[in-house]
């Protein structure tokens, strides 16, 4: 592991004070994943072959037309959907065989479903993105365990998101011993419950605030609880309108 290269972004996204570093993390390697995925390797064949292969998700789909390289975007697309004809070609094949059991008859429709559904199920920006954050939880567990002064640092942070709480509790189900393992998911949950006592107060002053009684009360630190409290139940899903990460 390359300790120099990987140990910085966890740093510096702990040192931005937001209500999870992983999220951070997520969306940063998802917009550079993105723009590369439409600059120079949309015509290199290991990448046509890769999302040949695999296709592209939804939401990425979504990023990848809001960039406005609808040429790069749809020679991905082209070449992509030459490929789910050709399997629907076999499929097609195997439904106009006489009934057989297996092999997508009367009694078998759950598995042509499935063999629809195996043909979405899959992104290559999606993958990209895990790659870099399976490294990142490693990482952050490694110096959680190693180093003290990041240890402080992150307890007197803003916590995570459940999500990301999630994936750091799997990985260090593997990293860490049975002592220390107690230690990390005691700090984890801790800071959870701490972090959204803080969110659920500010979200109520914030719904109060509506009540005219309230008018003239200060709003403390309600005006951005909504955002902040969905954030953290589900990951970063309200971003600012525009924005992107530094």
Not at 39 to 61: D, F, L, Q, W, Y
Not at 122 to 144: K, N, P
Not at 197 to 217: G, I, V
């Amino acid at each position: 592991m390359q300790y120099h290269l990987d140990t910085i972004p966890v740093w510096e996204a702990l040192e931005k004070d937001t209500p999870c570093l992983f999220c951070q993390l997520h969306n940063k390697m998802e917009e550079q994943a993105v723009e590369r995925s439409l600059g120079g390797s949309v015509m290199e064949p290991e990448e046509r072959v890769r999302v040949n292969a695999t296709g592209i998700c939804g939401k990425h789909h979504q990023q990848l037309f809001m960039m406005k390289n609808r040429l790069g975007h749809a020679l991905m697309t082209d070449t992509r959907t030459m490929e789910v004809v050709n399997q629907l070609e076999k499929l097609e094949k195997k439904v106009s065989s006489p009934v057989k059991k297996g092999l997508f008859g009367k009694s078998d429709e759950s598995t042509l479903a499935a063999q629809l559904r195996k043909m979405i199920s899959g992104c290559v920006i999606c993958d990209e993105v895990e790659s870099h954050m399976l490294r990142y939880y490693y990482t952050f567990i490694h110096l959680w365990k190693t180093d003290s002064s990041f240890r402080r640092k992150w307890e007197s942070s803003k916590g995570l998101c459940i999500p990301h709480a999630a994936c750091l509790a799997e990985m260090a189900q593997s990293q860490l011993s049975s002592s220390k393992l107690t230690e990390f998911n005691k700090a984890i949950i801790h800071q959870l419950k701490e972090a959204l006592h803080e969110d659920e107060q500010d979200l109520n002053w914030f719904t109060l605030k509506f009540d005219y009684r309230n008018h003239d009360k200060p709003w403390g630190n309600s005006r951005d609880a909504l955002e902040r409290t969905a954030n953290r139940l589900r990951g970063e899903c309200i971003r600012k309108e525009g924005g992107k990460n530094e």
